[in-house]
Each structure stands twice: as C-alpha cells, then as structure tokens.
C-alpha cells in the first residue's frame, strides 16, 4: 500500500499485483447446460469446457457433479406407478433448489446455447441468473440456425439476457477463457 510514484516499477508492480490477485481469488462459473445427459456432452465437458476455464483460474461449477447418480438410478430402478412419480417430485425439487442455490453462489454464468434450440433448462438458468444480477456468457459452437431472426444467433429473450448482462455469445470454445475474463472485469 505504498505511494504510487510515477511509471515504471512502481506501475508494473501494482499491475502485477492485482494480476495475481485475479488469479489467486478464482471466480466461481456455473456452466448451465444440456451436455450431462449424454455420454459425448459429458466429454465435451471434461475435455474441452472444463481445462479451458480451469487453465484460466476459475472455479466452475457443473450441476451435473452435483446430482447423486445413486438416487437417480435408484428411482429409475422403481416399477412404474405413483410412488416413482412422487420419488422423481422430490428428487426433481432437490436439483432445482441446489442449482438455484449454487447460482446464488457463483460469480458468473456460462450457458452452453448447442441444439436447434437452447435447452430449455439452460434457458431457465439464463433467466434466473439475469434476473439475479449475475453476468452471463453463451457459448454455442452448432452452427445450425436457432434464431427467431437474422438479428440474432439463438432466440432473442435468451439472448438479450446475455448481452445485458454484459455479456457476449462465443462460437468457439478456444475463445471462451478470453470472453470469460473481459466479462468478469467489467463492472
């Protein structure tokens, strides 16, 4: 906490150490996505979403690492009838709650926008997360056309969410750790 005494050092030590306070600190992203439901999703995840944000210093979190595989077997194991209706109720609140809970918690948003239309789970958690005032980011690598207009890259609620957040849609993952670290530096 020393005086700031013109350009040189002096400059370069307070860049470095607000640089290194970045890092040591790691923003907590929530990755609202459809990609835990299949195997490849899954992969995409590990192998590509999850270094490239890692790699970079944030913490993410994926709501599909919070689900108790046990319980959901468990249940899927159940004979037909109300009694796996009323399991799936609860187990269904339990998710909910923990996601609107961990999104309460993080600092930023990355929504996964593939498919010919954005998940509609993805399209919740936008939502809520604007609606909270997080900062969102989308990515969506499908080239397929998913807008309600040539004025848009996905549908234009989801969208809008984004942008006024402060946020942008990438196209590609290499460029998401980049995005990532603009968005979380805006104020």
Not at 89 to 104: P, S, Y
Request: aromatic content about 8%; glycine content about 10%.
């Amino acid at each position: 906490r020393g005086r700031f005494r013109g350009a040189g050092h002096g400059l370069w030590i307070i860049s470095f150490v607000m640089t290194h306070a970045e890092v040591a600190k790691p923003n907590r992203v929530y990755l609202a996505n459809p990609l835990g439901f299949s195997e490849a999703g899954s992969e995409f995840i590990r192998r590509v979403l999850l270094p490239e944000l890692t790699n970079r210093g944030f913490q993410v979190i994926n709501p599909f690492d919070l689900v108790d595989l046990s319980k959901i077997r468990e249940i899927q194991a159940m004979p037909i009838g109300s009694a796996r209706i009323d399991a799936w109720k609860a187990l269904n609140a339990v998710i909910g709650k923990t996601n609107q809970e961990t999104i309460d918690s993080c600092d930023v948003v990355l929504a996964v926008l593939d498919g010919t239309d954005v998940d509609s789970g993805t399209a919740a958690e936008i939502g809520y997360a604007y609606a909270r005032g997080k900062k969102i980011m989308g990515y969506r690598g499908d080239f397929r056309l998913s807008a309600d207009n040539e004025g848009s890259s996905v549908n234009l609620q989801v969208e809008y969410f984004i942008r006024s957040s402060g946020g942008t849609v990438v196209t590609k993952s290499s460029d998401i750790g980049d995005a990532m670290w603009a968005l979380v530096k805006k104020n």
